[in-house]
């Protein structure tokens, strides 16, 4: 038959069969190489072959493998050992917990995912998706898909793994925030709402058709690594960065007692007491770590046992038992007073009786009574409880056929052996009865080792009852506090306390971390009797002492002067207190049970031995080199950090952290090794391109650099020779790295991102310049650093642009018009790399703004070598260059650090003689134009004046325009161009003027005397190009407010003026010598109507006689219409053709006062002539008319009222009335109603 427990062994062997072959592969694979040359042996003897391989190659092979199989099974012992350290200390930590105030990391981008964004951006620029948006949104989103999400340098950074969603949306509100800013203000709607709009917009975008209510249904361990996390995830957490699995996880926990917080704050308590072993025995042998003084081998003891001191005061401060959230350790007064805590005195801790406080809970539950027949049926009956010393407690009534409650009473008590009383009662009938009958009762002396299950109890009953099998059904529960380890009965014998064999009922308690008491006590008494604290005592296995009797395993507690036996009644027992003793002592030897029974009753650590486990679990932390082992550690650690799902920059999870802290603390790890390490790994990990943050670079090196240079960041003021090497290359390969990254820091910190990185770069090198802890580095030697990384900078960024822009090629072969769109799009692109450094990366640089100025000096200076060659190559006298100057000019003029620097200068040099070049030519053009266009001009009106003046304007406005567009930046060369541009203007407008001016005579010459001439439209075309000449000259040959100076400039632009201004009084005197010719022609046909002549005699006997036959028309009226005719039509030619600006109409006005005065001149100047004489009648009507008209006709033309009366007029108006009176005495009514009174009667 098979063994009880061979069916659950075989199972568990069936379990683990697989598993067990996975952990001892490596071992199996040894034998391989060397049944490999079996077989070939054994094929070679059965065969013959032409060759084979020579043994040194199949030797160094099979010796490879070894190797790399020993390798990688030491690395695997190494891994279990550390998780072994790994697992006590998440399991009972006592220095450290997991921080709280680290700030959240965010979850990295990967490339897939890069592509699905773009993807989406795409979208939305296409219009496939559904999200609304502005003119002004869809361009930010286009700049913002050009700009950012297809550059590769966004693309490097995702790869490298230290950009997440967080970088993105904040380059997008960077981007945004400046043109948000500079679109106008929209009454009702605030810039805050639009850009939160635009954020929202932007989320839409990013996340797509994602449906963000979807959750997965548990979320991976990556994803909840940045809270705070349980024992049970950070066991699976560090079990997959030291690659251990699960089973041999399980196999540790159990043989670790993990779950036993006793067991966990022993082994602390034999660890710490063997840190402090360790430390004397440094101190006795004189063997100790090669320190940079001598003086420090001393100061090393000192830390070492300090720093075991505050673990100890660590622990001491915790609650006694994890499990009790009330009980919290007592604290024991100290007889001396010392910095350090020694807990190795014994009269250093004294307990009293009245130290070992105990409280137990008790649960009293009567189920029923069987046995009760000496009551009637339907009498009540109801039990008592009582805890002795202690209150009393009733249940309910029940009938006595039926005697069952099921009530619980809860008790507090301080006895560690209480006494229960139950009493059952029946209620009393008789009249004078006072008290209740009592039907029996039991006594019970409940521990928290007796049963917990319900147990029927005989009850003693009153003498003469019926009730003779009465008993009662109940459980009493008692637990134990949790400062009690271990109770129950035992016998023992001490000599000094317990001097009597005999037994009795002991508690181990722990009154504190590091103080234990066996106390024994009586019933009844809260006090123990005696007690012995276990501080300095060895608990170990005894075999029986003769002549003692009572008891059958023995064990014993001994100490120097003192030994105390103690024999319980079977070995389990046994076996339970000597653990839970040696526990309480932290002694570092384990006492072994005399007899193999053992190892039959714990199937768990049988597997252990089997699988090699054993080893890990024994293995003396006092004695592993936990340096190296830590150093491992922390590297597996950060590997997984690193690619996990979140983008840390080399920050570590809150959990891992919190367990590195408390390995440091717990094995005695010096905080600079761990920084040196931890530096040594991120320096690593940053030189292979992935992104960490230099904060936490700088917190790790100033940290080392404190402690090398004697400033104890964490209280050692011991500094190892190792140490100080191990910083001084640490520090030589951080200053590579950082100026690497400063000259790569468009790369390295793309688009400003991480976001203040470059800042805490740059504060970083600083400090490593620094040569100790308190010196500072010289700003000099600050500044040269800089310059140099920033100089190569300039070189590495040109080159990269010039790989994108690819113009390496055209710029050797290609055409001259090429070249320059090549090198104008490159200069495009330079332009946009120097204002993404200064919108990303200049505030980081703001202490060394020259320098910046510098790097931007160095990266044009090489734009400019290809810039030159492309310049040269383009044909002579071609002005398609122009755009690069006013490209590249329009950028520098405006940065004040590179205005008028090396490049600009050089800029500058080369395009001067070409703007000089231009304006020459232009010059001479517009010369010739002017002479060629007079020549053929047809003077028809062209917006504002001829074809040759309009054309002359614009050339010359456009030239201005150009000059003015180039924004000259130095003021000299464009103060000489401004002035050598409006000198060239006055002198073109001379020579168009006086053009003008001769044409206007020529066409005056030919024009007739007689009212039939009127006014020829190139006559007008004539005055408004001197009107256009003039109001251009303004714009054209005028300089800016505050630049006219100089009396020749004044005068010569004076000369201007004046010649425009006597051109127009000559036009306007020859135009109205014309009209007044005409005005005197009929005032000579009317001197023929003169008195006393015969002519005058004939006509009007003539006109008398033919006057009574038939009707003869008004003598005269024909010539006076005529000539009103004349001015009328000539003054609607002129208001026609002239533009209504306020230089026309002063001009124009001009005119027509000057033709209204000649007129009423030359009228006064006829009548002169006949003062001796009377007008003939029909000369009278004539001038009347005339008179008349012309007064109204040019006041209708705004001539002012000064002007139309003046003097000459009067005259005439007075010589005309006069002789209209003598016309009206004298002949009646002949004036036919003609009359210089005004009258609305009259003709019009």
């Given at each position: 038959?098979l063994?009880?427990?061979s069916?659950e062994?075989?199972?568990?062997?069936?379990?683990?069969?697989?598993?067990?072959?996975?952990?001892?592969?490596?071992?199996?694979?040894?034998?391989?190489?060397?049944?490999?040359?079996?077989?070939?042996?054994?094929?070679?003897?059965?065969?013959?072959?032409?060759?084979?391989?020579?043994?040194?190659?199949?030797?160094e092979k099979?010796?490879?493998?070894?190797?790399?199989?020993?390798?990688?099974?030491?690395?695997?012992r190494?891994?279990?050992?550390?998780?072994?350290?790994?697992?006590?200390?998440?399991a009972?930590?006592?220095?450290?917990?997991?921080?709280?105030?680290?700030?959240?990391?965010?979850?990295?981008?990967?490339?897939?995912?890069?592509?699905?964004?773009?993807?989406?951006?795409?979208?939305?620029?296409?219009?496939?998706?559904?999200?609304?948006?502005?003119?002004?949104?869809?361009?930010?989103?286009?700049?913002?898909?050009?700009?950012?999400?297809?550059?590769?340098?966004?693309?490097?950074?995702?790869?490298?793994?230290?950009?997440?969603?967080?970088?993105?949306?904040?380059?997008?509100?960077?981007?945004?925030?400046?043109?948000?800013?500079?679109?106008?203000?929209?009454?009702?709607?605030?810039?805050?709402?639009?850009?939160?709009s635009w954020?929202?917009?932007?989320?839409?975008?990013?996340?797509?058709?994602?449906?963000?209510?979807?959750?997965?249904?548990?979320?991976?361990?990556?994803?909840?690594?940045?809270?705070?996390?349980?024992?049970?995830?950070?066991?699976?957490?560090?079990?997959?960065?030291?690659?251990?699995?699960?089973?041999?996880?399980?196999?540790?926990?159990?043989?670790?007692q993990?779950?036993?917080?006793?067991?966990?704050?022993?082994?602390?308590?034999?660890?710490?007491?063997?840190?402090?072993?360790?430390?004397?025995?440094m101190?006795?042998?004189?063997?100790?770590?090669?320190?940079v003084?001598?003086?420090?081998?001393?100061?090393?003891?000192?830390?070492?046992?300090?720093?075991?001191?505050?673990?100890?005061?660590?622990?001491?401060?915790?609650?006694?038992?994890?499990?009790?959230?009330?009980?919290?350790?007592?604290?024991?007064?100290?007889?001396?007073?010392?910095?350090?805590?020694?807990?190795?005195?014994?009269?250093?801790?004294?307990?009293?009786?009245?130290?070992?406080?105990?409280?137990?809970?008790?649960?009293?539950?009567?189920?029923?009574?069987?046995?009760?027949?000496?009551v009637?049926?339907?009498?009540?009956?109801?039990?008592?409880?009582?805890?002795?010393?202690?209150?009393?407690?009733?249940?309910?009534?029940?009938?006595?056929?039926?005697?069952?409650?099921?009530?619980?009473?809860d008790?507090t008590?301080?006895?560690?052996?209480?006494?229960?009383?139950?009493?059952?009662?029946?209620?009393?009938?008789?009249?004078?009865?006072?008290?209740?009958?009592?039907?029996?009762?039991?006594?019970?002396?409940?521990?928290?080792?007796?049963?917990?299950?319900p147990?029927?109890?005989?009850?003693?009953?009153?003498?003469?009852?019926?009730?003779?099998?009465?008993?009662?059904?109940?459980?009493?529960?008692?637990?134990?506090?949790?400062?009690?380890?271990?109770?129950?009965?035992?016998?023992?014998?001490?000599?000094?306390?317990?001097?009597?064999w005999?037994?009795?009922y002991?508690?181990?308690?722990?009154?504190?971390?590091?103080?234990?008491?066996?106390?024994?006590?009586?019933?009844?008494?809260?006090e123990?009797?005696?007690?012995?604290?276990?501080?300095?005592?060895?608990?170990?296995?005894t075999?029986?002492?003769?002549?003692?009797?009572?008891?059958?395993?023995?064990?014993?507690?001994?100490?120097?002067?003192?030994?105390?036996?103690?024999?319980?009644?079977?070995?389990?027992?046994?076996?339970?207190?000597?653990?839970?003793?040696?526990?309480?002592?932290?002694?570092?030897?384990?006492?072994?049970?005399?007899?193999?029974?053992?190892?039959h009753?714990?199937?768990?650590?049988?597997?252990?031995q089997?699988?090699?486990?054993?080893?890990?679990?024994?293995?003396?932390?006092?004695?592993?080199?936990h340096?190296?082992?830590?150093?491992?550690?922390?590297k597996?650690?950060?590997?997984?950090?690193?690619?996990?799902?979140?983008?840390?920059?080399?920050?570590?999870?809150?959990?891992q952290?919190?367990?590195?802290?408390?390995?440091?603390?717990?094995?005695?790890?010096?905080?600079?090794?761990?920084?040196?390490?931890?530096?040594?790994?991120?320096?690593?990990?940053?030189?292979?391109?992935?992104?960490?943050?230099?904060?936490?670079?700088?917190?790790?090196?100033?940290?080392?650099?404190?402690?090398?240079?004697?400033?104890?960041?964490?209280?050692?003021?011991?500094?190892?020779?190792?140490?100080?090497?191990?910083?001084?290359?640490?520090?030589?390969?951080?200053?590579?790295?950082?100026?690497?990254q400063?000259?790569?820091?468009?790369?390295?910190?793309?688009?400003?991102?991480?976001?203040?990185?470059?800042?805490?770069?740059?504060?970083?090198?600083e400090?490593?310049?620094m040569?100790?802890?308190?010196?500072?580095?010289?700003?000099?030697?600050?500044?040269?650093?800089?310059?140099?990384?920033?100089?190569?900078?300039?070189?590495?960024?040109?080159?990269?642009?010039?790989?994108?822009?690819?113009?390496?090629?055209?710029?050797?072969?290609?055409?001259?018009?090429?070249?320059?769109?090549?090198v104008?799009?490159?200069?495009?692109?330079?332009?946009?790399?120097?204002?993404?450094?200064?919108?990303?990366?200049?505030?980081?640089?703001?202490?060394?703004?020259?320098?910046?100025?510098?790097?931007?000096?160095?990266?044009?200076?090489?734009?400019?070598?290809?810039?030159?060659a492309?310049?040269?190559a383009?044909?002579?006298?071609?002005?398609?260059?122009?755009?690069?100057?006013?490209?590249?000019?329009?950028?520098?003029?405006?940065?004040?650090?590179?205005?008028?620097?090396?490049?600009?200068?050089?800029?500058?040099?080369?395009?001067?003689?070409?703007?000089?070049?231009?304006?020459?030519?232009?010059?001479?053009?517009?010369?010739?134009?002017?002479?060629?266009?007079?020549?053929?001009?047809?003077?028809?009106?062209?917006?504002?004046g001829?074809?040759?003046?309009?054309?002359?304007?614009?050339?010359?406005?456009?030239l201005?325009?150009?000059?003015?567009?180039?924004?000259?930046?130095?003021?000299?060369?464009?103060?000489?161009?401004?002035?050598?541009?409006?000198?060239?203007a006055?002198?073109?407008?001379?020579?168009?003027?006086?053009?003008?001016?001769?044409?206007?005579?020529?066409?005056?010459?030919?024009?007739?005397?007689?009212?039939?001439?009127?006014?020829?439209?190139?006559?007008?075309?004539?005055?408004?190009?001197?009107?256009?000449?003039?109001?251009?000259?303004?714009?054209?040959?005028?300089?800016?407010?505050?630049?006219e100076?100089?009396?020749?400039?004044?005068?010569?632009?004076?000369?201007?003026?004046?010649?425009?201004?006597?051109?127009?009084k000559?036009?306007?005197?020859?135009?109205?010598?014309?009209?007044?010719?005409?005005?005197?022609g009929?005032?000579?046909?009317?001197?023929?109507?003169?008195?006393?002549?015969?002519?005058?005699?004939?006509?009007?006997f003539?006109?008398?006689?033919?006057?009574?036959?038939?009707?003869?028309?008004?003598?005269?009226?024909?010539?006076?219409?005529?000539?009103?005719?004349?001015?009328?039509?000539?003054?609607?030619?002129?208001?026609?053709?002239?533009?209504?600006?306020?230089?026309?109409?002063?001009?124009?006005?001009?005119?027509?006062?000057?033709?209204?005065?000649?007129?009423?001149?030359?009228?006064?100047?006829?009548?002169?002539?006949?003062?001796?004489?009377?007008?003939?009648?029909?000369?009278?009507?004539?001038?009347?008319?005339?008179?008349?008209?012309?007064?109204?006709?040019?006041?209708?033309?705004?001539?002012?009222?000064?002007?139309?009366?003046?003097?000459?007029?009067?005259?005439?108006?007075?010589?005309?009335?006069?002789?209209?009176?003598?016309?009206?005495?004298?002949?009646?009514s002949?004036?036919?109603?003609?009359?210089?009174?005004?009258?609305?009667?009259?003709?019009?």
């Open positions: 038959m063994d009880p427990s069916s062994e075989e199972s568990g062997d069936e379990v683990l069969e697989q598993e067990r072959r996975d952990v001892l592969l490596a071992g199996s694979q040894r034998s391989l190489p060397a049944q490999g040359r079996d077989s070939r042996n054994e094929r070679r003897s059965g065969t013959a072959r032409p060759a084979s391989p020579s043994p040194a190659v199949i030797s099979e010796k490879e493998d070894q190797d790399r199989l020993q390798r990688e099974e030491d690395e695997r190494t891994r279990l050992q550390i998780y072994v350290f790994v697992l006590r200390c998440i009972y930590p006592f220095n450290a917990k997991q921080p709280t105030d680290m700030s959240r990391r965010q979850q990295k981008l990967n490339r897939q995912q890069l592509l699905t964004i773009k993807e989406r951006f795409q979208a939305f620029l296409s219009g496939e998706t559904q999200i609304v948006a502005d003119e002004a949104f869809c361009n930010a989103i286009r700049s913002y898909f050009e700009v950012f999400l297809k550059s590769d340098r966004v693309a490097r950074l995702v790869q490298s793994g230290g950009c997440s969603a967080n970088d993105f949306r904040e380059v997008f509100k960077k981007n945004i925030e400046k043109r948000v800013r500079s679109l106008p203000e929209i009454d009702g709607l605030s810039k805050e709402t639009v850009l939160s954020i929202a917009k932007f989320d839409a975008i990013y996340r797509g058709e994602e449906d963000l209510r979807k959750q997965l249904p548990r979320m991976h361990l990556n994803a909840v690594s940045e809270l705070i996390l349980s024992k049970e995830q950070l066991y699976e957490m560090f079990q997959h960065i030291l690659g251990v699995k699960k089973f041999e996880h399980q196999l540790l926990y159990n043989a670790c993990l779950d036993n917080a006793d067991e966990q704050a022993a082994q602390i308590r034999r660890e710490l007491d063997g840190r402090l072993q360790l430390a004397d025995q101190a006795k042998e004189r063997k100790y770590p090669k320190f003084a001598k003086e420090m081998e001393i100061l090393y003891i000192e830390e070492l046992k300090s720093s075991v001191n505050l673990l100890m005061a660590n622990l001491e401060s915790l609650p006694v038992s994890k499990g009790g959230s009330e009980f919290k350790l007592q604290k024991l007064k100290r007889s001396q007073n010392s910095s350090f805590l020694d807990i190795g005195d014994e009269n250093d801790t004294q307990l009293s009786k009245s130290d070992v406080v105990l409280s137990f809970t008790l649960e009293i539950v009567i189920i029923e009574v069987q046995g009760l027949r000496s009637a049926p339907n009498r009540i009956v109801y039990c008592t409880m009582e805890v002795e010393g202690g209150e009393k407690l009733q249940t309910d009534q029940a009938e006595a056929s039926r005697p069952q409650w099921g009530t619980q009473g008790f008590t301080t006895h560690p052996l209480p006494v229960v009383k139950v009493k059952l009662f029946t209620e009393s009938t008789g009249v004078l009865a006072l008290e209740d009958k009592e039907l029996g009762k039991v006594v019970l002396y409940p521990t928290p080792n007796s049963p917990k299950s147990e029927l109890h005989k009850m003693i009953v009153p003498k003469n009852s019926q009730d003779s099998e009465l008993r009662i059904k109940l459980a009493v529960r008692m637990d134990k506090p949790p400062n009690t380890k271990h109770c129950g009965y035992l016998y023992a014998l001490g000599q000094k306390v317990w001097k009597r005999k037994r009795r002991f508690v181990l308690v722990q009154v504190s971390q590091y103080t234990f008491a066996m106390c024994s006590y009586r019933e009844k008494k809260s123990p009797q005696e007690l012995m604290q276990l501080e300095g005592y060895t608990v170990d296995y075999d029986p002492q003769p002549g003692l009797t009572g008891g059958r395993a023995f064990f014993n507690a001994v100490k120097e002067g003192d030994t105390v036996v103690f024999a319980s009644d079977d070995d389990q027992d046994r076996n339970i207190w000597v653990q839970a003793m040696c526990r309480a002592t932290g002694q570092s030897y384990k006492p072994v049970a005399p007899t193999l029974a053992q190892k009753n714990f199937k768990d650590s049988e597997r252990t089997k699988l090699g486990m054993d080893e890990f679990i024994a293995a003396d932390p006092c004695k592993c080199m340096t190296a082992l830590f150093q491992v550690l922390q597996q650690t950060l590997q997984h950090r690193m690619n996990d799902s979140f983008s840390c920059l080399g920050w570590f999870s809150p959990g952290v919190f367990v590195l802290d408390e390995y440091c603390a717990r094995y005695g790890v010096r905080g600079c090794h761990r920084h040196l390490c931890y530096l040594k790994e991120l320096t690593e990990y940053a030189e292979n391109s992935a992104v960490i943050d230099p904060t936490l670079l700088h917190y790790s090196f100033a940290f080392c650099a404190s402690h090398v240079h004697g400033n104890r960041p964490d209280g050692i003021g011991t500094v190892t020779t190792e140490e100080k090497e191990q910083f001084e290359d640490i520090k030589s390969r951080l200053l590579s790295l950082l100026e690497n400063i000259v790569h820091f468009r790369y390295c910190f793309p688009f400003g991102r991480p976001e203040g990185a470059l800042k805490a770069t740059l504060s970083l090198l400090r490593v310049l040569k100790d802890i308190s010196t500072p580095v010289l700003p000099d030697d600050m500044k040269k650093v800089i310059r140099k990384c920033l100089e190569k900078a300039a070189l590495i960024n040109y080159s990269r642009l010039t790989e994108y822009a690819k113009i390496e090629d055209t710029m050797n072969q290609a055409a001259p018009a090429k070249k320059l769109e090549d104008m799009r490159l200069g495009e692109l330079c332009i946009e790399v120097l204002q993404q450094n200064e919108e990303h990366h200049s505030e980081a640089f703001a202490w060394w703004p020259e320098i910046m100025a510098e790097h931007a000096e160095i990266f044009w200076s090489l734009y400019a070598v290809d810039m030159d492309s310049l040269e383009q044909p002579q006298d071609s002005w398609d260059s122009f755009p690069l100057f006013q490209l590249l000019n329009n950028y520098l003029r405006n940065d004040t650090l590179l205005c008028n620097g090396k490049f600009h200068k050089h800029l500058q040099d080369y395009f001067i003689p070409l703007v000089i070049r231009y304006i020459d030519l232009m010059e001479s053009s517009i010369a010739q134009s002017i002479h060629r266009g007079f020549e053929q001009e047809t003077w028809q009106p062209v917006n504002n001829s074809t040759t003046s309009e054309d002359l304007f614009w050339k010359l406005d456009a201005q325009m150009f000059v003015c567009d180039l924004h000259w930046p130095e003021p000299e060369f464009a103060q000489h161009l401004e002035q050598r541009l409006k000198l060239m006055s002198d073109m407008v001379e020579a168009s003027v006086k053009r003008t001016r001769i044409a206007f005579d020529a066409k005056m010459q030919k024009a007739n005397k007689s009212t039939d001439y009127r006014i020829s439209p190139s006559v007008c075309t004539m005055f408004n190009v001197l009107m256009d000449a003039k109001k251009q000259c303004t714009k054209l040959c005028v300089l800016d407010a505050g630049q100076f100089g009396k020749q400039w004044q005068q010569y632009h004076s000369k201007t003026d004046d010649l425009i201004e006597e051109a127009f000559e036009m306007i005197s020859l135009l109205v010598s014309k009209f007044v010719a005409v005005l005197e009929v005032l000579a046909k009317l001197s023929r109507y003169d008195e006393g002549t015969l002519f005058s005699s004939i006509l009007s003539t006109v008398k006689a033919a006057a009574k036959y038939v009707d003869v028309p008004n003598p005269g009226m024909d010539l006076a219409d005529t000539y009103i005719t004349f001015v009328r039509q000539n003054q609607d030619i002129l208001r026609d053709k002239k533009r209504m600006d306020d230089l026309s109409s002063v001009m124009y006005l001009r005119l027509f006062e000057q033709w209204y005065t000649s007129s009423m001149k030359a009228i006064c100047v006829w009548l002169t002539d006949r003062l001796d004489l009377q007008l003939h009648m029909y000369q009278l009507k004539t001038l009347i008319r005339i008179v008349k008209k012309s007064y109204r006709d040019f006041r209708l033309q705004s001539v002012l009222e000064g002007t139309l009366n003046n003097k000459t007029y009067e005259t005439v108006y007075n010589r005309l009335t006069v002789e209209e009176a003598t016309v009206s005495v004298t002949n009646g002949d004036l036919q109603g003609i009359s210089m009174r005004d009258s609305d009667e009259e003709e019009g």
